[in-house]
């Protein structure tokens, strides 16, 4: 045996610490394995082990007198794990198992608030990467692969400024060929005495099958001071695909007036079933309701939600397809600030190749009292429907289609 089995083990605290209370531990089993560990500045804690061929794990902490915590486990051959962290109090779980598994986790802390990352990763082919800056970060990915082009791509990134809320991020993939994408944005006004504060992203992924891919994005930020200022929304969205495929985008943003964040809620919820399936989801300002749920394949569902600054009024939307072909597209939209009403959606689609479209709208310069609501149901193919809404002072719209059979149209119009 050209190449015995090593075992090095590393118990002891590194001459690279400037202060005490600096530990690693690495242990390497099998051949062709590289660790580096790097800590400064004590408190940190570091474990490595990895058993097999072609390993390499690379960790830096660099702490200012908080603790780093990291711990990477690599069990087959060919896996790459690569951690830094800077700032103190920082945690991170790396776990491969498997062959050709890829994770990246880099934290950035300069506050009290903790980074928290967890990486796991079963089978072959996976690929993680995680980007986290400013505290109070949550961030978990695990990913199970099935045969050997099981190649599954899960990347996080999140931010937290000044006066920033929190990131919470969950990615689960099972299967091959998912890719899941997540960006979250919080932060609030730099400077200033009673500043507006950033709002709290919330987001999980699931996908079950091979080929899907999910899209996050969301932010929540504040900015101003005082009577000026203006704070973040909550931002909650989840992702469920299962099949083959499919595609699944969710966009939240907004804010609203005044020194607390979380004042609305954007909510979204998106469920995916069959195959080529493709749904988009753009919410602004809170108070913002969506959900999304296709079975099938070859269905398509886009919904645009924006409220007033304020988040006074509230849009509600829920579309569901089942077949093929389908295609639904709401809008709504409350602008005036002093806007107390709803805007209410439904479509239901159920057989192939139904067209529906609601519009909905508030642009008066006087609050709506009242509400915009569209309720279509078809069942059939061939169908299209097409309804639009706008309301002014006082005026409420109401609009219902209901279509069963084939080759029918109906259009709505409302001022």
């Excluded at 992203?201 to 001071?225: E, K, P, V, W």
């Amino acid at each position: 045996m050209r190449h015995l089995t090593t075992l090095a083990i590393l118990l002891a605290t590194t001459s690279l610490a400037s202060a005490a209370s600096n530990e690693s531990f690495i242990l390497q089993a099998g051949k062709k394995n590289n660790a580096v560990v790097g800590q400064i500045n004590g408190n940190n804690a570091q474990a490595t082990v990895q058993v097999g061929k072609g390993n390499q794990s690379i960790t830096a902490q660099k702490s200012t007198g908080d603790t780093n915590k990291s711990a990477t486990f690599e069990f087959g051959n060919n896996n790459v794990s690569t951690v830094g962290q800077l700032g103190g109090n920082n945690g991170q779980t790396t776990l491969q198992v498997g062959n050709n598994n890829n994770a990246a986790a880099l934290q950035n802390n300069d506050t009290a608030n903790k980074n928290a990352s967890f990486t796991g990763q079963f089978g072959n082919g996976n690929n993680a990467v995680v980007g986290q800056a400013g505290g109070s970060n949550t961030q978990s990915t695990l990913q199970f692969g099935k045969g050997k082009d099981a190649d599954n791509l899960a990347t996080t990134g999140q931010l937290t400024g000044t006066n920033g809320g929190q990131n919470n991020s969950a990615t689960v993939q099972a299967g091959a060929g998912n890719v899941s994408t997540v960006s979250q944005n919080t932060a609030g006004a730099d400077s200033g005495k009673k500043p507006g504060e950033g709002g709290t992203n919330n987001q999980l992924s699931l996908q079950f099958g091979h080929d899907n891919t999910a899209t996050t994005d969301q932010n929540s930020i504040g900015s101003g001071s005082k009577s000026t200022a203006v704070s973040g929304v909550q931002n909650d969205a989840l992702t469920l695909q299962v099949g083959t495929g499919n595609i699944a985008t969710t966009k939240q943003k907004g804010s609203n007036s005044g020194q607390d964040a979380n004042q609305t809620t954007n909510a979204s919820l998106t469920a995916q079933f069959g195959q080529d399936n493709t749904s988009s989801a753009k919410q602004v300002n809170g108070n913002n309701l969506q959900g999304t749920v296709q079975i099938g394949s070859d269905n398509s569902a886009v919904t645009k939600q924006k409220n007033a600054d304020s988040g006074n009024g509230t849009n509600a939307s829920l579309t569901f397809e089942a077949g093929s072909g389908n295609t639904a597209i709401t809008r709504q939209k409350i602008a005036d600030p002093l806007n107390s009403g709803l805007n209410g959606s439904l479509i239901a689609q159920v057989g192939k190749n139904n067209t529906a479209l609601a519009h909905q709208n508030d642009t008066g310069l006087q609050p709506m009292i009242g509400a915009n609501l569209q309720s279509t149901v078809q069942v059939g193919n061939g169908n299209s429907a097409t309804t639009m809404q706008t309301a002014s002072a006082s005026v409420s719209n109401a609009s219902v289609t209901a279509q069963f059979g084939s080759h029918n149209t109906a259009v709505v119009s409302q001022h």
